[in-house]
């Protein structure tokens, strides 16, 4: 978030106060983020904006009619003084039939100004229209606690199937997206706000819903329906590119995993990257750095190109071996190398991701270091650690990790562009 | 609380022919102290154990949320853990709705329905009791995780399959969850059968259907809702305990099972639950702002037809908790109609509710007050609701902070705000003094402006894409000022709570004397004694008109006359005839609280054991009979009569 650089303990409190007053409703700057359903990017949800504004309306005016004669009776009709408590009560009459009716009347009304065009768009929004269906691009998403699996069945590998993604999924923009909701556990929902609204993943049920990115850009989503404790943070990105620009990222997706230049004398004597140990800035964002979230599109083209000059070849090597020495291999698929697990996160060109951890912390070797070293601390429940690093029946340790460990994992993860 | 009638000339207990003076248990006597409390019978002492019981679990719930916005106070925040999150979230919508809410419910109809039906008490007050014990008993199954390992229910309060699987949640918090609100079942349909049972057959003479306060047309309604709504959720529930104690497949996915049955079943009853809670709302409303007012309420006819047309298409609207599973366009579209549909006969009570203002003489005390901010509160969430009966717009709001909101201004802008108007209105009717003016109005005003701190900025979290259930959100999101501004109001929200219950308290013991009638009321229960006897009415009143008590206050003499013949008749008949105390309602509950925790533990043995004390119980209920003797108190019209 662009904040500025006042003390971020003082920040709530200094808005709080304008926000009270009421200019939050006429500004609307407290519909602008991330995941506004206000600041709509694509035909889906811009039709379910237009329905709720129509809502808006409809009971603003009501509220402004009927709010208008309850404040004029409670003001009007008020004992002001004791005489007036104990003066003879007024006239007991027991309504009005005709007015009833009247209001009744005026309600249906008012109801069917709202039904309308909640019809219409009950049909648009549940499937791509005839006329552009042909254009439709699929995606198989699903749903894992605590992350989101992202299937192409377009973009079929030879011998290996559909290209499969974690966490990130690009789609191509100004074409229709039809998206298949499948979960392996719970119910989970898929929720881009700026993109559409969400449809429910729900076992056994086959859902599917569709959204329409305008332009190319970076949005952001998030599991909307309680799947475990962790659900809050079971986060998404989706990274809209235009035709040619897709067309390259998934040329380079159906690529297998990246192998580093080997080894030489040189880059054994590489610096090795020094990593904080881990602290909590409040206020500070954890899945982007100010940098970042001031164009995380940019960002995320940023991210698409390797960087030989940066890396450790000799650690990226040993963290090549320790990938599955330390058994990361039987949860996660990277292809092209020795990672076949399917329980995890493909993590084929995880390098290429802005994000990890479902959306969570920022793609850098710093918060990947510290997501390695204690899951648990961020995604409490994830199955990494709670199977993976231990037995969660019994509680014992079955992987163990040293600090040079993590380095070398990084540096082999970040070089999978 | 019930002083001894003045002239408590018992007369010995009634033997029925053949009866037994006792089994396993005397019949306990005591009017005072812990035994007469545990033993009761009387509606009203009942009552008063469901307020008090019900407000420690207000208390609990609000604890529990407190702790929820201290999570949400800051981004990325750890003050607790993800999974004690969870517990929290579920544990305060489960407290709020059927440990709070509907028990406070219970104990407005227990006080009041009898009364105001000019009856002495409900027509089965050992079953009475027997649903007060069977409620604590579900409160206390559904509270003893937070005591034990497996810790409190965490899958939250609409408890979704396939999350309270064994697979996914393998400690027994899910069992002591669905075997705590099986049992809260139990308790709210024998309660509302009883009820129903009350306002159908032991209305006063003259009192005709269409002369019924409206309170107790809402209780009459509600409690058909509850014995229609509660078998749904009680197979739903009996479905999650089977696939969890005897492998059924219900919902087990790997087998075929399907989870989305959880939530048709779960929402037939959900839905209608929620009108559970807001028709007594509606109905304390209704009999508030008519005395405040000094007029009729406008279009009592109107207002109890619309009372029962929510009630009845409250049934069929269930499924717009279910606008984002995929139902398909038909299905959406007649759930999204219907449900614009209902907010018709909601939005006719408002009108009336304005209408009853119209031309009254508005005197502004504090149950006036929450009155009229329940009214603007709920007006609030009504429009919200609407809003959400645009099934596409819906798709956006739905599970979103947008909704919280939205529910939370239904459910404390309109139940809990006319609940606090109930209880500052009723207080001085069961405790005999008013609660202090200054303080009501302050405590008021405290939660006016908290409730609204806290819920409005919700809706702008909601729209600006924050979901529900949220154990924490990352600081980029926008939406820190809004849950900052939110958690502040929820601290003023429990202050003006504090203040309100402070302002009870101490009024309960220094408060001014309050006289029959301190309001200049218009229904039965201002016509007796406060806190009224244990008997309710020396003689029976005869009703002439819908405001009862304010048509006797015009016609005196008519009135006078009227009663000295019916004292005459009634002692003829032996005197008032009141049911004696009895233990085995609770020993019955205790049984079924034995075999509710019992079977949360696998513990077959324990279970039917438990099983075996409740039948018991009700057996020996059964062969002991009502029991009962006769008061014979001085009479306002006996003295006049002399």
């Known amino acids: 978030m662009r904040r500025p650089l ?272 881990f602290t909590t800035h409040p206020g500070a964002a954890l899945s982007g750095s100010a940098e970042f979230d001031a164009d995380p599109f940019a960002a995320w083209q940023e991210k698409q190109r390797p960087d030989p000059a940066g890396e450790n070849p000799a650690l990226a090597a040993q963290g090549r071996r320790l990938f599955q020495e330390k058994t990361c291999i039987a949860c996660h698929t990277i292809r092209g190398h020795e990672g076949v697990g399917v329980a995890g996160p493909d993590l084929t060109h995880v390098g290429a991701r802005t994000t990890i951890a479902a959306g969570t912390l920022e793609n850098t070797p710093q918060r990947m270091h510290d997501w390695i070293a204690d899951p648990n601390h961020f995604k409490p429940g994830n199955k990494m650690f709670n199977g993976g690093y231990t037995d969660p029946a019994t509680g014992r340790r079955l992987i163990v990790l040293n600090e040079t460990e993590i380095d070398a994992l990084v540096a082999y993860l970040q070089s999978l562009k | 609380m019930a002083e001894a009638p003045a002239k408590s000339a018992f007369t010995g207990h009634d033997q029925p022919a053949g009866a037994k003076s006792f089994i396993l248990f005397r019949r306990p006597t005591a009017k005072t102290g812990l035994v007469a409390w545990l033993t009761t019978v009387d509606h009203k002492k009942i009552g008063m154990l469901y307020g008090f019981f019900a407000a420690c679990f207000f208390l609990l719930g609000g604890v529990e949320a407190l702790l929820i916005r201290t999570q949400l106070l800051v981004p990325n925040n750890h003050f607790v853990s993800a999974h004690f999150y969870s517990e929290l979230f579920t544990m305060h919508g489960t407290t709020m709705i059927f440990l709070a809410v509907m028990p406070l419910n219970a104990a407005f109809f227990n006080l009041l329905v009898p009364i105001q039906i000019g009856a002495r008490d409900v027509a089965f007050p050992r079953l009475n009791a027997f649903s007060l014990w069977v409620f604590v008993a579900g409160a206390i199954i559904l509270n003893a995780g937070w005591f034990l390992k497996a810790g409190a229910p965490a899958a939250g309060w609409f408890g979704y399959a396939p999350l309270t699987s064994k697979t996914f949640t393998p400690d027994i918090s899910a069992d002591l969850w669905t075997v705590g609100l099986q049992v809260l079942g139990v308790s709210s349909i024998v309660a509302s059968l009883n009820f129903i049972a009350t306002i159908v057959n032991l209305r006063a003479p003259g009192l005709t259907m269409m002369r019924l306060p409206v309170f107790t047309w809402m209780a009459l309604i509600t409690s058909f809702l509850i014995i229609m709504a509660m078998p749904s959720i009680a197979i739903a529930l009996v479905e999650v305990i089977f696939d969890r104690h005897f492998g059924t497949n219900f919902f087990e996915v790997s087998n075929g099972g399907q989870p989305i049955l959880w939530q048709h079943l779960f929402w037939i009853f959900g839905h209608p639950e929620v009108y559970i809670l807001i028709l007594p ?362």
């Open chain 2, 281 to 642: 709302a509606m109905g304390y409303i209704s009999e508030i702002l008519p005395t405040f007012s000094r007029r009729p309420l406008f279009g009592y006819p109107i207002v109890v037809f619309s009372g029962a047309m929510i009630g009845f298409i409250g049934f069929g609207v269930w499924s717009h908790h279910m606008f984002t599973t995929g139902m398909g366009t038909v299905a959406t579209s007649a759930f999204a109609l219907a449900t614009m549909a209902i907010a018709v006969p909601t939005g006719v009570k408002i009108f009336n509710w304005i209408g009853t203002l119209w031309g009254g003489h508005l005197r502004m005390r504090p149950p006036m007050l929450f009155a009229l901010g329940f009214i603007w509160l709920f007006m609030m969430g009504g429009f919200s609701g609407v809003m959400h009966s645009a099934a596409p717009a819906d798709s956006q709001q739905h599970n979103s902070y947008f909704v919280v909101a939205h529910f939370h201004y239904v459910l404390i802008g309109g139940s809990t705000f006319a609940l606090l108007a109930a209880i500052h209105y009723w207080f001085p009717k069961f405790f005999g003094r008013t609660i202090n003016e200054f303080w009501g109005k302050v405590s008021f005003w405290v939660i006016f402006v908290g409730f609204n701190t806290t819920f409005f900025p919700m809706h702008f979290l909601g729209l600006n894409g924050m979901p529900r259930r949220t154990w924490t959100y990352d600081a980029n999101m926008g939406w820190n000022e809004g849950n900052f501004i939110s958690s502040l109001g929820a601290y003023l929200l429990g202050l003006g709570i504090l203040i309100y219950l402070a302002a009870a308290v101490w009024s309960y013991f220094r408060g001014e004397k309050a006289g029959p009638d301190p309001w200049d009321a218009r229904t039965l229960e201002w016509s007796i004694p406060s806190p009224p006897p244990e008997y309710n009415f020396a003689v029976i009143p005869t009703v002439h008109a819908r405001d009862a008590w304010w048509y006797e206050k015009s016609h005196p003499a008519e009135i006078a006359r009227e009663k000295s013949a019916h004292a005459r008749d009634e002692a003829a008949h032996g005197g008032i005839h009141l049911p004696d105390q009895s233990w085995y309602p609770l020993v019955a509950a205790a049984g079924l609280l034995t075999a509710g925790l019992c079977f949360a533990h696998d513990n077959f043995v324990g279970a039917i054991a438990g099983g075996a004390i409740l039948f018991a119980g009700i057996y020996l209920w059964s062969l002991e009979g009502p029991g009962g003797y006769h008061v014979h108190p001085e009479t306002p019209a006996d003295a006049a009569s002399h």
């Open chain 1, 6 to 277: 006042i003390p971020r303990k003082l920040a709530p409190c200094l808005r709080a106060l304008p926000a009270l007053a009421g200019l939050a409703l006429l500004t609307g700057c407290w519909l602008d983020g991330r995941q506004s359903t206000f600041d709509v990017k694509g035909p889906v949800a811009r039709a379910q904006l237009d329905l709720f504004m129509v809502t808006v309306y409809v009971t603003a005016v009501i509220f402004v009619v009927v709010g208008a004669v309850l404040a004029y009776a409670m003001i009007k009709f008020r004992a002001r003084t004791a005489a007036d408590e104990r003066a003879e009560p007024p006239p007991q009459g027991h309504g009005n039939f005709l007015v009833e009716i009247g209001l009744v009347s005026a309600s249906v009304l008012c109801l069917v100004i709202i039904a309308v065009p909640t019809l219409k768009n009950i049909w648009f929004t549940y499937e791509v229209p005839d006329v552009q269906r042909a254009n439709a691009y699929e995606i198989t998403a699903t749903g894992y606690q605590w992350w989101f699996k992202f299937e192409y069945p377009a973009e079929q590998i030879d011998g290996v199937g559909p290209l499969v993604t974690g966490n990130e999924l690009v789609i191509p923009a100004g074409r229709p997206v039809r998206v298949n909701l499948r979960t392996v556990d719970v119910i989970h929902s898929f929720w881009v706000p700026k993109l559409a609204g969400k449809v429910d993943m729900i076992p056994n049920r086959a859902n599917h819903l569709w959204l329409q990115a305008d332009q190319p850009g970076y949005y952001y989503g998030q599991c909307a329906e309680f799947c475990g404790d962790s659900h809050a943070i079971m986060r998404f990105r989706v990274i809209a590119l235009g035709e040619k620009e897709f067309a390259l990222w998934r040329a380079n997706q159906e690529q297998p995993a990246r192998s580093v230049a080997p080894a030489t004398a040189d880059a054994e004597r590489k610096p090795r990257a020094v990593f904080a140990s």
